[in-house]
């Protein structure tokens, strides 16, 4: 019934968000006139006339609590990429409240940009020009930057997608979680704590580039990663590290030891999960 709701929304929200994107073929006028005009025989054209053009509709799903991508893409049946394809800035990061655009089949959504062409398209996702045509409802070829086009069948372009979607994160150190991400006592706490012994290794919760190695002010020393897409991740108070600027580090390697240097009382672990530079809740990407 909740679902009944959502979908609901979903589609006035599709409206809403994507009316800019409708073909102006796709607008009303004409169809009062044709409905008047026929007399007798007047319930197949007007049926005709009341269904909209062929255009798939593409949707908006606003994640629930729990709910994870392949769940909202075997709902809608298509896969994970094509959801992710639409919604390039999920990434790994859905949380409740979170509007996703979901297509109505397998394919991409691509935003046009500067010097893009029908044909260039076609070619970038292997489908016909035809086919973007008819699936966006549109005879022409001019497009105009930062319209968005369905391309029906087309894989996004960016193998980065698949690729972060198939790595996920694993715990930098094991131990329990003695402060949550978020503000406490009027400060706000860019990352979670992990009580664990000095001395216990803490190891990369992701592939990626060490971006810094070193002392960190307050957070004492530090490794700092860089995993792509704009992620990093970032392990303080280390009694010491065993990795250097530049190295590449495979997902679960040992990048130092938890410690208490910097500002911390007691040993532990602080973990910070960066997108764009802005810490958000590593719970969000741990397993
Ligand atoms: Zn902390």
Redesign the pocket.
């Given at each position: 019934m909740l679902m009944q709701v959502l979908v609901a929304f979903a589609l006035a929200a599709a409206v809403v968000l994507f009316g800019h994107l409708a073909m102006p073929a796709a607008g009303p006028a004409g169809t009062p006139a044709a409905a008047v005009q026929a007399p007798g025989p007047a319930a197949a054209p007007v049926a005709r006339e009341a269904a909209p053009t062929a255009r798939p509709a593409v949707r908006v799903h606003t994640v629930a609590a729990g709910e994870s991508l392949s769940a909202i893409a075997a709902r809608y049946a298509i896969d994970v990429d094509t959801l992710l394809g639409a919604n390039p800035e999920a990434d790994e990061l859905i949380h409740p409240g979170d509007e996703l655009v979901v297509l109505p089949q397998k394919g991409a959504l691509h935003v046009v940009a500067a010097g893009d062409t029908l044909w260039a398209l076609s070619r970038a996702y292997g489908v016909g020009v035809a086919a973007i045509q008819a699936a966006n409802g549109r005879e022409g070829d001019a497009l105009a930057v930062g319209e968005r086009l369905f391309i029906p069948g087309g894989r996004p372009r960016g193998e980065a997608v698949s690729r972060a979607y198939g790595q996920r994160f694993a715990w930098p150190a094991a131990g329990e979680i003695t402060?949550p991400f978020g503000y406490r006592w009027g400060r706000h706490?860019a990352?979670?704590?992990i009580a664990a012994e000095a001395g216990s290794p803490v190891r990369a919760a992701r592939a990626g580039r060490v971006a810094f190695a070193g002392w960190y002010g307050g957070y004492g020393y530090t490794v700092m990663i860089e995993h792509g897409q704009g992620i990093a991740t970032l392990y303080?108070h280390l009694d010491d590290y065993v990795v250097e600027g530049g190295q590449h580090v495979a997902a679960g390697q040992r990048l130092g030891y938890v410690g208490d240097t910097g500002y911390s009382f007691g040993a532990h672990l602080?973990f910070e999960v960066r997108v764009n530079g802005q810490p958000v809740n590593p719970l969000q990407f741990l397993p």
């Open positions: 402060s706490h990352g979670i704590d303080a602080h």
